[in-house]
C-alpha cells in the first residue's frame, strides 16, 4: 500500500432528499451497509488509500448526531466500549491510525460547498475527495484514484457506463486509451434519449458513469470557489464544475466499479443495502 500524504474530505453536507421518509431522523451516510455505517467503510477506505488525514464535513442539522461518531472514533473509544460491554476484544479499532475530524458545514447545500469547507479547513488544494453516501465495499476505490492518478492533474474516479445507471450519475466523456482516460465533457443525469444518443456518438468504451471520489489540485479548488460565488440562487453542481474546468485543463477519469449509492431510493440499491 502507497502511503499519501495529501487528506482526504468527505462530503457528508446533504440532506438525503431523495429518501427524506428516514434521513429527517438518521444522515444517510450512516446508513448500514454490510453490518456497519456507511460512512465507516468510507473511512476504512481512506485507511487503504494510505491517507492519514480525514474532515469528514456534515450539514449543520445533524450537528448533534455527529456527537456520536466524533466518541466512538476517539482513539480510546473501543477500549470503553469493550469495557462497558463486558467483551473481549473484538478486533482493531474502526479506522485505526486516520486522524478524523467533524466539521460543520458552512454555506449553501451542496457537495461543491463541502470540499471547499474542507479545503479552508486543512488549508490546502491539494486533496481527495469522497462522498459519504457513495459506498466501496472493497474499500479499494480511493487507492485506485490516487495510485493510478497523475498527482500534477485532478482527477476523478468513475464506473463502465451502464445505460440504465445513467440516469442517477454523471456520464463522462473521455478520451485517451489505457487504464487513465482524459475528460472531454460530461452530461449530468441524462435520460434514456440523451444516454442512447451518448452511447450511438461516442461508444461505450469512451464513456464512464462518474463515482464520488476525486482529487483535486489548487487551481480546481479555485475554480470552485469561483463557480460558487457565480451560482446565484442555483444549486452549484460540482460534477458540471469539474467539466467547466476540463475544457481548458487536463482532468483525469480513473475507473474502477461502481458503488453502492446511500440515497438512491430505487429498489436495486435497496438490494445492496443490508
Known amino acids: 500500500m502507497k502511503i499519501h500524504p495529501i487528506p482526504v474530505v468527505i462530503a457528508a453536507g446533504g ?3 431523495r429518501v427524506a421518509g428516514w434521513s429527517r431522523m438518521l444522515p444517510k451516510e450512516f446508513r448500514p451497509v454490510g453490518g456497519q455505517p456507511g460512512l465507516l467503510h468510507v473511512l476504512e477506505e481512506a485507511v ?19 456527537a456520536w461518531p466524533c466518541h466512538a472514533l476517539s ?38 460547498t463541502s470540499v471547499l469547507n474542507g479545503s479552508v479547513h486543512l488549508r490546502t488544494g491539494n486533496l481527495a475527495f469522497a462522498f459519504a453516501d457513495n459506498v466501496d465495499l472493497t474499500h479499494s476505490a480511493l487507492a485506485t484514484l490516487l495510485d493510478q492518478a497523475d498527482p500534477e492533474h485532478p482527477a476523478v474516479l468513475t464506473a463502465p457506463f451502464d445505460a440504465v445507471g445513467a ?48 482529487r483535486t489540485t ?19 453542481k460540482l460534477s458540471l464544475a469539474v467539466a467547466g ?12 466499479d461502481l458503488m453502492v449509492d446511500l440515497g438512491a431510493p430505487e429498489p436495486s440499491a435497496e438490494a445492496g443495502v443490508a
Open 15 to 17: 440532506l438525503g432528499t
Open 48 to 66: 487503504a488509500g494510505g491517507v492519514g488525514r480525514a474532515v469528514v464535513v456534515h450539514h449543520p442539522y445533524y450537528a448533534g448526531f455527529y
Open 75 to 112: 482513539p480510546d473509544a473501543h477500549r470503553r466500549y469493550q469495557e462497558a460491554a463486558g467483551t473481549r476484544p473484538i478486533g482493531p479499532p474502526p479506522a485505526a491510525g486516520l486522524d478524523v475530524e467533524f466539521v460543520a458545514q458552512r454555506g449553501r447545500y451542496a457537495d461543491l
Open 167 to 214: 440516469a442517477q450519475h454523471g456520464v463522462v466523456v473521455c478520451s485517451g486509451a489505457g487504464p487513465v482516460r482524459t475528460m472531454v465533457g460530461l452530461v449530468e443525469k441524462p435520460g434514456p434519449v440523451e444516454a442512447a444518443r451518448l452511447l450511438n456518438e461516442h461508444g461505450s468504451d469512451n464513456l464512464r458513469l462518474l463515482q464520488g471520489r476525486g
Open 218 to 236: 489548487p487551481g480546481l479548488v479555485h475554480h470552485f470557489a469561483a463557480t460558487v460565488r457565480h451560482a446565484g440562487r442555483a444549486e452549484p
Open 245 to 256: 474546468y476540463a475544457r481548458n485543463h487536463v482532468v483525469q477519469v480513473v475507473t474502477a
